[in-house]
């Protein structure tokens, strides 16, 4: 614990805690976007799906994502003037997305191990109030 805060170290809104934000939200985006061509505003409602709550999600981190991940070459996109109100920019996933996502799964699914782990050391140690 900081010897000022009553406030375990990690648990504040610091830089650490958005990129944590960010690397599960990316594989949400492109499994979103894998389902179907997308458009962000799509994509923002479709994240509650994956707990990320409406109010809660930084609205300028999903479209940054979208940017870095057509950057990396995981996504394309194009202009959709169908429809009523302005343009939108919608999101396809490419090979190398879908590359992205299966390795982003197989890289929570070993987090996933490592966290069930930890937390069964836990409760074995008798700190659990659970159990």
Known sequence: MDKNSEIPRGQGRGQGRRRQVRRFLEPCL???????????????????????????????????????????GWLESRWDDAGEGPRRRVYMLTE??????????????RTRRDIDGLLKAYASAGLDPAT
């Open 30 to 72: 492109l499994l979103l976007i894998h389902q179907g061509e997308s458009h962000g505003y799509q994509l923002q409602d479709e994240l509650a799906r994956f707990g990320f709550l409406p109010g809660r999600l930084d609205v300028s981190m999903v479209y940054r994502s979208l940017r870095e991940m057509e950057t990396q």
């Open 96 to 109: 190398v997305g879908l590359k992205q996502l299966h390795w982003s799964v197989e890289e929570l699914k």
